[in-house]
């Protein structure tokens, strides 16, 4: 093999290597960034029947809920309204908008709010969560689910911006979390887990 084709070999396995670098500084970062939100009771009881509260305002039919990174689209025009819950147990009522998409059997919910980092350091940005309804045709346990939370660099000692969420089971507790993209074509997202 002479000079010019191996080191055209090399540049080709670096270039074909790069990308799936990133990838894995981008998952090594999640593991040490992932925020961690709370699942309250009230919210998960919401699961169970997820319909708007007496005194939910703003009900229409939607085809989103979110805002840009922390967004997602419904796989059909969705009920859609505001109300004041505790979400996280922590005896504030929050804000938050929901959407029910019946037809994937969840519940979104999206607010501004609180979260802790994990060094337990307080911080705040959007929220976007979902949760498994009765009867979804996931056969997905009803209250869990997963969550994204958007970061600014800095933000949570992020290295770089970006959405980093977790996959929780039907306590609240969280299963899988990462850097996490919404993946509008399911509903779910797509976490890069640092091993």
């Not at 500084?25 to 919401?46: D, E, M, N, R, Y």
Request: charged share 20%; proline share 5%.
């Amino acid at each position: 093999m002479n000079r010019s084709t191996l080191l055209r070999k090399v540049v080709s396995f670096a270039v074909l290597l790069l990308p799936g670098l990133g990838i894995l500084s981008i998952a090594q970062t999640a593991a040490q960034t992932a925020p961690k939100v709370v699942v309250g009771k009230q919210l998960s009881a919401k699961a169970a029947t997820p319909t708007p509260g007496a005194k939910a305002k703003n009900a229409a039919q939607k085809s989103g809920i979110g805002k840009g990174a922390t967004a997602v689209k419904a796989s059909q025009p969705s009920s859609f309204w505001v109300e004041d819950l505790d979400v996280d147990d922590d005896g504030v009522v929050e804000t938050s908008d929901y959407l029910y998409d019946a037809q994937r059997g969840m519940l979104y919910t999206y607010r501004e709010d609180d979260f802790a980092c994990p060094n337990g350091k307080p911080d705040s940005g959007s929220i976007l969560m979902a949760l498994y309804a009765k009867g979804n045709p996931a056969h997905k346990a009803v209250g869990s689910g997963w969550y994204v939370v958007n970061l600014n660099t800095g933000q949570c000692a992020a290295k770089k911006a970006g959405t980093f969420g977790c996959r929780f089971n039907a306590s609240g507790t969280p299963t899988e979390c990462g850097a996490a993209t919404v993946n509008n074509a399911t509903g779910e997202i797509d976490v890069v887990v640092a091993e």
